[in-house]
């Protein structure tokens, strides 16, 4: 059973990850652009 609460803490979870995610993907295609 989720309370609301939980749910709210999930999609916070989630938000992080893909923001997580993006940065990572940006730092990445930075590098990749500066050894090229």
Known sequence: MMTPKD???LR???LSL???GLLVAMIG???EANAG
């Open 7 to 9: 749910k709210r803490m």
């Open 18 to 20: 893909s923001a997580a």
């Open 29 to 31: 295609a930075t590098l």
């Open 12 to 14: 916070l979870f989630a």
